[in-house]
């Protein structure tokens, strides 16, 4: 883990870290309020996937 993550671990944004392995990327590496940056992007995606799914079916 490095310094700058070190950091954002001990600012606490949400609660303690609960877990001990990281599998895909470091936690809070680009922001304090997100621990996985580019996990949250791709779910990001898929909701708006999602909602243009439902859109076109007319749900």
């Known amino acids: 883990m ?3 993550n070190e950091h954002f671990a001990q600012a ?3 609660d303690h870290l609960s877990s001990t ?3 895909c990327e470091e936690d809070y590496a680009v922001t304090q309020y997100i621990a996985e940056f580019i996990n949250t992007l791709s779910n990001i995606s898929y909701g708006k996937l999602f909602k243009r799914f439902v859109k076109r079916l007319g749900i």
């Open 2 to 4: 490095t310094d700058q």
């Open 12 to 14: 606490d944004a949400w």
């Open 21 to 23: 392995a990281n599998f």
